[in-house]
């Protein structure tokens, strides 16, 4: 019975819904123009589990929805932060 109840829930993980992604905002520090929010953007947006990003520098904001499984909010801020901007998820995750 034990090995009947393993498969199972082998099989309930399998089938399981894919997680929901989710929009973050970071705050980032250092864009100066247009052509910052699109390098942000291009180098996010190769991370693995991030579906888009938009970006302002007047503001001072990025929002990036991803998956957060496979792009936590910190390795989205690492990113951002290895192109020589400071990065942060805001205290609320932005409405999906």
Do not use: Q, W
Not at 30 to 50: N, P, Y
């Amino acid at each position: 019975m034990g090995r009947i109840a393993a498969l199972v829930l082998a099989f309930a993980a399998a089938c399981a819904a894919p997680p929901e992604p989710r929009n973050t905002r970071f705050i980032v520090g250092g864009m100066v123009c247009h052509s910052c929010e699109e390098g942000i953007c291009a180098a996010v947006r190769k991370l693995d589990g991030v579906e888009a990003c938009t970006a302002d520098h007047a503001a001072g904001t990025a929002e990036v929805r991803h998956d957060p499984a496979r792009a936590p909010a910190s390795a989205i801020a690492d990113t951002i932060t290895k192109l020589g901007y400071t990065a942060a998820p805001a205290a609320a995750p932005a409405a999906p």
